[in-house]
């Protein structure tokens, strides 16, 4: 465990841190055939969408002017050109009207498929549930996750792999990775918590809530986002890797 505070200097021991056209000859005293008006058709008479994606509806053949439109605008628009785009998950009809003539495509929308939760995903979402439950049993505000934090907690967690310490493999401190472009937070203050070898967020978190420089960490009020790390490697020394980056903001 890391403590460090932007502007203070302190040493301290734990870390809290992607026509072609063809000439046809034709007798002067035959009729040309043109196509008929039957002919002219969508590319599509219905359609599936997800929520936020788009879809290009063309009307051929014509040459003619088309107006495009849609019976619910809420489930989904239709541009001047006919491109569509899903916005709620329902039914509506899109047509084209082309003169008189009209041309319909059914449409429906669905939401977006639920993203499916690794076994990290799960571990961190836990991780933080916990930290929560513990805070709140001392009266203090929850924590906040944090992307950015995250992202950098899971580049720690695998570091750990190469040297378990608040040392980085390069020499570096652990908040170092605060400064990195891909990382870069601005802070008040910063701490780290690590850990190996725990199976699982109940585990860890016991074992951090058992040892008094972890434990104020997580119940510090000197932070108001968190992020958490979770890396596994069977072939590593301890194989579970765990790092908590608590962050106070401005």
């Known amino acids: 465990m890391k403590s460090v505070k932007k502007k203070i200097t302190a040493m301290l021991l734990a870390i809290l841190l992607i026509f072609s056209g063809s000439m046809i000859a034709v007798d002067v005293m035959q009729p040309v055939t043109v196509a008929a008006a039957s002919a002219v058709k969508l590319n599509k008479t219905s359609l599936t969408m997800t929520k936020g994606k788009t879809y290009q509806l063309k009307l051929r053949p014509t040459q003619k002017k088309v107006k495009w439109s849609s ?4 489930v989904v628009s239709v541009s001047k050109s006919g491109k569509l785009t899903a916005k709620k998950a329902g039914k509506a009809t899109i047509t084209a009207k082309v003169g008189k003539k009209k041309y319909t495509c059914k449409v429906t929308v669905k939401n977006k498929p639920a993203a499916v939760l690794t076994k990290a995903d799960k571990e961190k979402a836990e991780v933080l549930k916990l930290i929560n439950k513990e805070r709140k049993a001392q009266g203090k505000s ?12 899971d580049k720690r967690a695998k570091e750990l792999t190469q040297l378990f310490s608040h040392t980085r493999p390069n020499g570096e401190s652990c908040f170092s990775i605060l400064s990195e472009k891909k990382y870069q937070v601005n802070y008040r203050s910063a701490g780290e918590n690590i850990a ?3 199976t699982d967020a109940a585990d860890v978190m ?6 008094p420089g972890h434990r104020a960490n997580i119940l510090s009020d000197s932070y108001d986002q968190v992020g958490i790390g979770y890396y ?7 194989r579970y890797y765990w790092v908590q980056i608590f962050m106070g903001s401005w």
């Open 71 to 74: 019976s619910k605008k809420t």
């Open 232 to 238: 596994y490697d069977a072939n590593a020394p301890y």
């Open 206 to 211: 016991n074992g951090w809530m058992n040892s």
């Open 196 to 198: 190996a070898g725990y």
């Open 142 to 153: 929850s924590l906040k996750m944090n992307d950015t934090l995250n992202a950098a907690a």
